[in-house]
């Protein structure tokens, strides 16, 4: 599983990810800075990369999509430096490895962790 870091995370989160076994890449080394949301969806499902964010349109996208891919995994803590992130991404990463390689948004903090497998469909109402 290759990881791709957003812009709106640090680029250095990418190389702690590497350095800790993953492989992982920023946006900023792939594609355009300014490129849309929609474009880095569309390139990760065809890359068959994961998209670590803190953006939660992606969320949306994927609903409006019902694609199965890529998975998404949001991270939800105000403090977005690395040295923050790290441990809890890789937590996600390893515990939920096989659920992102299927299709999965995973919503998640350094307390809580949500998924939801792909494609997103919406609630029924009891």
Do not use: Y
């Not at 250095?12 to 993953?22: I, Q, T, V």
Request: with cysteine.
């Amino acid at each position: 599983m290759i990881v791709v870091v957003d812009m709106c995370l640090p680029a250095e989160l990418a190389e702690l990810l590497n350095n800790a076994g993953h492989q992982a890449q920023h946006w900023s080394d792939v594609g355009n800075n300014k490129a849309l949301d929609t474009e880095i969806m569309e390139w990760s499902a065809e890359h068959r990369h994961v998209v670590l964010t803190h953006d939660l349109d992606f969320g949306d996208l994927l609903f409006m999509s019902r694609k199965t891919a890529p998975s998404v995994v949001i991270v939800r803590e105000r403090d977005t430096t690395a040295k923050v992130l790290i441990l809890p991404v890789l937590n996600v990463l390893e515990q939920f490895a096989s659920e992102l390689k299927e299709g999965a948004l995973i919503s998640m903090s350094s307390r809580m962790v949500r998924i939801r497998l792909l494609p997103l469909e919406p609630k029924s109402e009891l």
